[in-house]
């Protein structure tokens, strides 16, 4: 009977053993190399980082986050704002000067005893109205005052005659009607010229007149009634507010009617 060489042969250790030695070297070898490439990237990343960086290590050049636009609102103006800005007299009145009150002092000028000296060229004077006894604000002459509806300093280049809404105005002497017109400021005003250098003007009527532009009148005609129609001085009771002028000078209208 035949042996069986294979399955009587026994297997040697010595193969085994060299083949996990040589296993165990390779795996070695093998995480050597890879630590050490490890090691020079660190060093060369590190070398780079450091060259670029500025001094002290700070990195700069991050962009910054930007908070989103604020949109801008204006306020409304005021009613008394918008009144105090609005568009001059269409007539020849001088504009009103707003200035701090320690500042009227020194704005001081003519006295108005000589201004109402120049009145003597009227002639026939009636008075405007029926009743002339009380004075709401004076004329200024170039002195400035306070107006008591805006809050400015400013001239007062008329006078101010208390008097009932509706009152009877009349002209105070001959002319012409050389304007009628609805001012932003003074409301329905009248002008009248003298022909002789003088003209007067009514401000504050009311809009049912008796005259139209280019009529003719003589002194004590009636122009029409008081109104309340002028905002700037919408604070004083209801009055006439009645202006002046000699060549373009304004002037006492109270001298003017005395003379």
Partial sequence: ??????????????????????SA????????????????????????????????????????PTAPPVRATTAAPSTLAAMVTAPPRTTTAAPVIAIEPE???????????????????LEDV???LADMSSILEPFSGRDLVKNETTGSWQTHNGTDIAAEVGAEVFAVSAGEISAVISDPLWGVTVELDHK????????????????????T??????????????????????????EVLHNGTYIDPIGAFRS
Wanted: with cysteine; aromatic share 6%.
């Fill in 196 to 215: 002789n250098g003088f003209v007067t003007r009514y401000c504050s009527l009311a809009a049912d007149l008796c005259v139209q532009q280019g009529d």
């Fill in 103 to 121: 500042e009227a002092q020194e704005a001081n000028a003519e006295p108005v005893e000589e201004l109402a000296a120049a009145a003597v060229g």
């Fill in 25 to 64: 070297v390779m795996i070695g070898s093998a995480c050597f190399f890879a630590y050490d490439q490890g090691q020079k990237l660190t060093e060369e990343f590190r070398a780079q980082t450091e060259s670029e960086a500025p001094v002290g290590g700070r990195v700069t050049g991050i962009p910054k």
């Fill in 217 to 242: 009148v003589s002194g004590g005609d009636l122009i029409g009634t008081v109104g309340d129609t002028a905002d700037i001085e919408s604070a004083l009771a209801p009055h006439l507010h009645i």
């Fill in 126 to 128: 009636k008075p405007p």
């Fill in 1 to 22: 009977m035949k042996k069986n060489i294979f399955s009587e042969k026994k297997k040697s250790p010595k193969g085994f053993y060299a083949a996990l030695g040589i």
